[in-house]
């Protein structure tokens, strides 16, 4: 059995309370790549967000190699895991370069000037930014700012990558693309993904969420079914060949109520 780099155990949040996430146990190996799908409000990113370390359980534990995340101080936990938010505000009069040095902050002093400044500029490259190193955050787009923040993670070398919603901003090509370079990067990654095309391309392992509990935890083939998809999301998926490739495509689709029936 492959050990555990992260390991939850009947998380809970709750708020007000409301169970914003119940009872949710998962693990992930070193070089899994988990997904965590479903529909607004179901708890995803409070799920991410406990399991990066950001929100305290209301109860549960996570832990990091074995070790309880919660007794691990912010300053060790970012020199293991590294978060790209939906709600990042970065200043916008720092430069990009700057901006993604920012990433090198939790190590800094153990390495060499110029070893920490190829670390950098290798992020940008991979993120596609080294023609707007010298922009500031402010100008850039919207899309362009999400390959920053990421650029930013991937310098800070985590042994762990959280993303939420990391597409959000991006046209359909950049979407795909950003995830192939995430998949490259041979990280483990926990990203919560809202589209659905994406999640088998990308994913080893989706965590399936429904009104705050963990429906399903399983390879995209067995979680992207379509009893539980349409369970849950309300939506068709067919399996169909490609018409000139030899592979198979899914498509997701929201049934045609109005349809008359065949
Ligand atoms: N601090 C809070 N206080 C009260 N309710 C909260 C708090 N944070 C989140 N919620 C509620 O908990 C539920 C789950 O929120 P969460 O952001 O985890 O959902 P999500 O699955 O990521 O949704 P979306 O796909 O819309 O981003 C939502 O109904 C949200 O309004």
Redesign the pocket.
Known sequence: MTAALLEAHDLCAM??G?D?VQAVSLSVAAGDRLAII?P???????LLRMLSGMLRPSSGEVKLTGRRLDRISAAERALHMAVVGQTDQPDPRLAVIDYVELGRVPHAGLRRRSEERDIVVDALRRAGLLPLLGRTIGSLSGGERQRAQLARAIAQQPKILFLDEPTNHLDPRARGELLELVAGLSMTVIA?L?DLALVAPFATKVAV?NHARLQALAAPREALTQKLIREIFGIDVLRLRHPTEDRELTVFEVPNRAAPPS
């Open positions: 708020a007000n409301r914003l479903g607004n409000g179901a708890g995803k990113t409070t919560v809202h969420m």
